[in-house]
Every structure is written in C-alpha cells, then in structure tokens.
C-alpha cells in the first residue's frame, strides 16, 4: 500500500432529509480521507453517501465500518466479477432467459468459490493466523483440475 498515514474524517446531516420527494432520505454522510504517501505528498478524496437511516442510529465508527464494508464488497466482489472472471468483456450469452440464468449460476459459483478461497482453501501459518487468500487464477486451476478426469483432454487442450 503507497498510504503511509490515513486520517478520515465524517461529516453528517440530516437537513437534507426527503429532499426532492425522497422521504426513504434520512441523512447524506461526507468522508473525506487524507493519505500521507511515503513521498511526503497528501492525496485528499472525499465521498457522499446518502442514507435512509435516522441519525443517532450507528455512531461514528460504525459508519466508518459500514462504508470500508461497502468499498470491500465494490472492490472484492464486483471488481473480482469484473478483472477476473472477465464477466464486463462481453455477453456470455444472449438467447431468451438465459442471460438471467447464467448470471443466477455465476453468481452463486462466485461465492461458493469465494467462501473456499477465504475459509477453507487457506493454510494456517505458524503463528496460528491464516495465510493471505489464494489468488482467483490459482482458484481457477484448482477448480479446472478438479472438472477434468486425468486422461480426458486431448493434448491441445489440456496444454490450454
């Protein structure tokens, strides 16, 4: 990571509460964060988040957690659906319901696949604590040979 020091800050109201007919909207949440990189040079970024909850419902740390919560499932999930199961490329399929269907099956394989990569498919290591998770390439072959019956690919694919 190039952040050497991150400080965050909250910011919240509720003023804004069913604006423009919106009465699901309860408050907005402004983070700004600064990063110290190792450079000496400080990265500033701010974020809203518009909420339903009322405020007093969660206390400043909680949202700081529900909003590094939604940014692991953005990065972890959708990114990891998107850079590597290549699933934004191109349609897997077109015809009928079956873009529905498969996107049900995929769906549900990533996060059986994820559970395995983050609980089972990790090694302890000697100090009790589990080894990082396995990239989704290795993921991928493992799941590939375990499909594959030794002796069933032709020599060309098999070297695929």
Not at 22 to 43: I, P, S, T, Y
Not at 120 to 145: S, Y
Request: aromatic share 8%; charged share 30%.
């Amino acid at each position: 990571m190039d952040g050497i020091d991150i400080r965050r800050r909250l910011y919240r109201t509720d003023e804004i509460a069913g604006y423009h007919g919106w009465e699901h909207l309860k408050q907005v949440w402004r983070v700004e964060q600064d990063r110290r990189k190792q450079n000496g040079a400080v990265e500033t970024t701010e974020r809203l988040f518009l909420t339903s909850l009322h405020r007093g419902r969660l206390t400043p740390e909680q949202i700081l957690r529900v909003i590094r919560g939604h940014w692991g499932i953005e990065n972890d999930c959708f990114g990891s659906l998107d850079l590597q199961w290549d699933e934004d490329s191109r349609p897997w399929c077109t015809k009928g319901g079956a873009l529905e269907v498969l996107g049900l099956l995929r769906i549900m394989a990533y996060n059986l696949l994820q559970v395995a990569r983050k609980r089972h498919l990790r090694r302890r290591l000697a100090d009790g604590r589990l080894a990082p998770a396995a990239a989704w390439r290795r993921i991928f072959e493992w799941v590939r040979q375990a499909l594959v019956l030794p002796g069933t690919l032709t020599p060309s694919l098999a070297a695929s």
